[in-house]
């Protein structure tokens, strides 16, 4: 069995920061690609940011130069700092893993979410 445990949403003023952190546990042997994915009320899920084992990085063009994806390796942890937040970045936001589990089998697993509202 595999877990993915997401931290560090809440309520935060327009221009603020968060920091959301997620961890991969369980049956695991490999992690591919990390990433955030959000959703939106009324919208589809849409990628926020990954990152690959090897450390290549993708952001939504929304979010560049805002946000600023990492990840330990040796925790299975995937972390997101959330600068300048706009109300529009309001959203539940999804860890995500490409992993590899202990039956050799290779598929995406999903945090439960956590809450970022961004209101003043």
């Known amino acids: 069995q595999v877990q993915l445990v997401e931290s560090g949403g809440g309520l935060v003023q327009p221009g603020g920061s968060l920091r959301l952190s997620c961890a991969a546990s369980g049956s695991i042997r490999n992690i591919y690609t990390m990433g955030w994915y959000r959703q939106a009320p009324g919208k589809q899920r849409e990628l926020v940011a990954s990152i690959s084992s090897g450390g290549s990085i993708n952001y939504a063009d929304s979010v560049k130069g805002r946000f600023t994806i990492s990840r330990d390796n040796a925790k299975n942890m995937v972390y997101l700092q959330m600068d300048s937040l706009k109300p529009e970045d309001t959203a539940v936001y999804y860890c995500?893993?490409?992993?590899?589990?202990?039956?050799?089998?290779?598929?995406?697993?999903w945090g439960q979410g956590t809450q970022v509202t961004v209101s003043s």
């Open positions: 995500n893993a490409g992993l590899q589990d202990i039956t050799f089998q290779w598929r995406d697993y």
